[in-house]
């Protein structure tokens, strides 16, 4: 871990910068058009570029672009060549391979992400204000919602923004907030260049978004950009030392401090578990020789599937750790400690991440569609007893291969439902490392005949004890519009199935939230 006195990057007055400025967007969901109404508002002179005409056609009033380029990858990179601009504000879903991209690194353009742009203006209007990092591969929504929660019971303003909820830039053009709990997905961070964390984390790291990044590589160099210019923590995973590789060989600001977090005792440095009381040993003044508690897995147990707490994750405690370990960055939290089991048990999880959806029959039904790929898939899988998994799976699995997944986890699995506009790797896979396993196969159609086809296959799969868990390990763009559209499907056709009788939930539309 190499260190700076200062922060290298040049400083400026974005406000002052932007009014007059041209600047295009590219990108029109929810986080593209935020970003036109900031800049609007700064008074920028805005070009957008997006594959929808209706998108540019929905700008708010008083956000009317100068010019707008409509069409697909190519068409827009031919657009971004013929205009004179000289930057561009990326949203998450426009790949780093792609035509336009491509462009514009060889017109020399720059390029910022919509972090990029909340930092510059947050550097401008509210620099006391910390921010707080997280990223990995999955848990970063999980962590963020439980750091936000510790910080607010520590008696701040606190929200959760980034890759989840309401867009960084809005929150702090309205400038209201104490601190930020910012999730960054591997897309944000790529074009992110400034960003100077209070304190950061990468939770884990394995492959995916290989097809947006190239390669791996590209993909970790990415992700390990989130520790760059920390100042007072970066947070690894000690059961990943991907992370603690990022950690060594990140440039951060003097002082900066790192800490280990895992399910063990930890040592100096470190944040961890002993028997059922997290510990830290990296913050606490005496760490040297003793921990402080800081609280305990009884103040998890409501995130346990079913509500059972021998059958809390492993994982969700490691999140609860990571968080921990970032909020006590922050001179408030060290005060008053007692803030992470307050702020511990008053985190409610967000919708479509292991979420218990219905009960009958002795069946647990459990939503964790926002398991888009491996990783997060066997630790949703390994949550429950041996043998008692019936596993709704697949979708667009972004180029990854599941025979290791389905390898490390047939030992759990009563049985397999595959949904999937072309479900054939998926049930390959099934069939090369689990020839065991009771498989059936969902026909393509509608979403909504999908799943409640693919929840009736898997009722009669499913006995008294079992679990019936929506946990992909793929994307769900291939038939679905989003992966809570995808949730909310389930979760409706399962309280049916279950005889709750209760309507789904509201469908929200994430399209323009990366996992």
Same mark, same amino acid.
């Given at each position: !871990?190499?260190?700076?006195?200062?922060?290298?990057?040049?400083?400026?007055?974005?406000?002052?910068?932007?009014?007059?400025?041209?600047?295009?967007?590219? $990108?029109?969901?929810?986080?593209?058009?935020?970003?036109?109404?900031?800049?609007?508002?700064?008074? #920028?002179?805005?070009?957008?570029?997006?594959?929808?005409?209706?998108?540019?056609?929905?700008?708010?009033?008083? +956000?009317?672009?100068?010019?707008?380029?409509?069409?697909?990858?190519? #068409? %827009?990179?031919?657009?971004?060549?013929?205009?004179?601009?000289?930057?561009?504000?990326?949203?998450?879903?426009?790949?780093? +391979?792609?035509?336009?991209?491509? #462009?514009?690194?060889?017109?020399?353009?720059?390029?910022?992400?919509?972090?990029?742009? #909340?930092?510059?203006?947050?550097?401008?209007?509210?620099?006391?204000?910390?921010?707080?990092?997280?990223?990995?591969?999955? $848990?970063?929504?999980?962590?963020?919602?439980?750091?936000?929660?510790?910080?607010?019971?520590?008696?701040?303003?606190?929200?959760?923004? /980034?890759?989840?909820?309401?867009?960084?830039?809005?929150?702090?053009?309205?400038?209201?907030?104490?601190?930020?709990?910012?999730? %960054?997905?591997?897309?944000?961070?790529?074009?992110?260049?400034?960003?100077?964390?209070?304190?950061?984390? =990468?939770?884990?790291?394995?492959?995916?978004?290989?097809?947006?990044?190239?390669?791996?590589?590209?993909?970790?160099?990415?992700?390990?950009?989130?520790?760059?210019?920390?100042?007072?923590?970066?947070?690894?995973?000690?059961?990943?030392?991907?992370?603690?590789? !990022?950690?060594?060989?990140?440039?951060?600001?003097?002082? =900066?401090?790192?800490?280990?977090?895992?399910?063990?005792?930890?040592?100096?440095?470190?944040? /961890?578990?002993?028997?059922?009381?997290?510990?830290?040993?990296?913050?606490?003044?005496?760490?040297?020789?003793?921990?402080?508690?800081?609280?305990?897995?009884? *103040?998890?147990?409501?995130?346990?599937?079913?509500?059972?707490?021998?059958?809390?994750?492993?994982?969700?405690?490691?999140?609860?750790?990571?968080?921990?370990?970032?909020?006590?960055?922050?001179?408030?939290?060290?005060? *008053?400690?007692? =803030?992470?089991?307050?702020?511990?048990?008053?985190?409610?999880?967000?919708?479509?991440? %292991?979420?218990?959806?219905?009960?009958?029959?002795?069946?647990?039904?459990?939503?964790?569609?926002?398991?888009?790929?491996?990783?997060?898939?066997?630790?949703?899988?390994?949550?429950?007893?041996?043998?008692?998994?019936?596993?709704?799976?697949?979708?667009?699995?972004?180029?990854?291969?599941?025979?290791? %997944?389905?390898?490390?986890?047939?030992?759990?699995?009563?049985?397999?439902?595959?949904?999937?506009?072309?479900?054939?790797?998926?049930?390959?896979?099934?069939?090369?490392?689990?020839?065991?396993?009771?498989?059936?196969?969902?026909?393509?159609?509608?979403? $909504?005949?999908?799943? *409640?086809?693919?929840?009736?296959?898997?009722?009669?799969?499913?006995?008294?004890?079992?679990?019936?868990?929506?946990?992909?390990?793929?994307?769900?763009?291939?038939?679905?519009?989003?992966?809570?559209?995808?949730?909310?499907?389930?979760?409706?056709?399962?309280?049916?199935?279950?005889?709750?009788?209760?309507?789904?939930?509201?469908?929200?539309?994430?399209?323009?939230?990366?996992?």
């Amino acid at each position: !871990m190499s260190t700076t006195n200062a922060v290298t990057y040049e400083s400026s007055d974005i406000v002052k910068d932007l009014a007059g400025a041209q600047v295009g967007v590219v $990108g029109l969901g929810r986080t593209g058009t935020a970003v036109v109404e900031v800049l609007s508002a700064l008074g #920028a002179r805005v070009s957008v570029f997006d594959s929808r005409q209706d998108a540019v056609q929905a700008l708010p009033a008083g +956000t009317r672009p100068v010019a707008a380029a409509v069409g697909d990858d190519a #068409a %827009l990179a031919q657009a971004l060549v013929s205009s004179d601009l000289r930057l561009l504000v990326v949203s998450p879903g426009v790949p780093a +391979t792609g035509a336009l991209m491509q #462009a514009a690194r060889a017109r020399g353009i720059e390029t910022w992400s919509e972090i990029e742009l #909340a930092w510059r203006l947050h550097r401008s209007t509210r620099p006391e204000v910390p921010w707080i990092t997280v990223t990995g591969t999955d $848990g970063k929504t999980t962590t963020v919602g439980m750091l936000s929660a510790i910080l607010t019971a520590a008696g701040m303003s606190a929200p959760a923004v /980034g890759n989840i909820g309401v867009p960084t830039i809005s929150v702090v053009a309205e400038g209201k907030a104490d601190a930020l709990a910012v999730e %960054l997905s591997s897309f944000q961070l790529h074009a992110t260049h400034s960003l100077s964390p209070l304190a950061a984390a =990468c939770l884990n790291l394995s492959a995916d978004h290989l097809d947006w990044h190239g390669s791996m590589e590209a993909y970790a160099a990415d992700k390990a950009r989130v520790y760059t210019h920390a100042q007072r923590g970066v947070v690894y995973n000690l059961a990943d030392p991907a992370t603690l590789r !990022m950690v060594e060989e990140a440039d951060v600001v003097e002082g =900066c401090r790192a800490v280990g977090f895992g399910l063990g005792a930890p040592g100096p440095g470190q944040v /961890g578990l002993v028997e059922d009381v997290m510990v830290d040993r990296a913050w606490y003044p005496r760490r040297h020789h003793e921990a402080a508690e800081l609280a305990t897995l009884a *103040d998890l147990e409501h995130l346990a599937p079913g509500g059972r707490s021998g059958r809390l994750p492993a994982h969700v405690v490691a999140d609860a750790l990571a968080a921990a370990s970032l909020a006590l960055a922050h001179d408030r939290v060290q005060a *008053d400690p007692g =803030c992470v089991a307050r702020g511990l048990r008053a985190f409610v999880p967000g919708a479509h991440r %292991l979420v218990t959806v219905a009960q009958g029959d002795g069946v647990t039904w459990v939503d964790d569609s926002k398991a888009t790929n491996a990783h997060s898939a066997r630790a949703a899988l390994t949550s429950v007893e041996p043998g008692t998994a019936v596993w709704i799976v697949g979708g667009d699995t972004k180029g990854a291969d599941l025979h290791p %997944l389905v390898a490390s986890v047939r030992g759990y699995l009563r049985g397999a439902v595959v949904i999937g506009a072309d479900p054939t790797e998926v049930v390959q896979a099934l069939q090369d490392e689990a020839p065991q396993v009771p498989l059936t196969v969902v026909r393509p159609g509608e979403p $909504g005949e999908v799943m *409640d086809e693919a929840v009736r296959l898997a009722a009669a799969t499913a006995r008294s004890g079992d679990t019936v868990l929506l946990a992909p390990a793929a994307a769900s763009w291939d038939q679905f519009r989003s992966y809570a559209e995808r949730g909310d499907l389930f979760a409706r056709a399962a309280r049916l199935q279950a005889g709750a009788g209760q309507a789904g939930r509201t469908v929200q539309d994430d399209q323009d939230r990366q996992p």
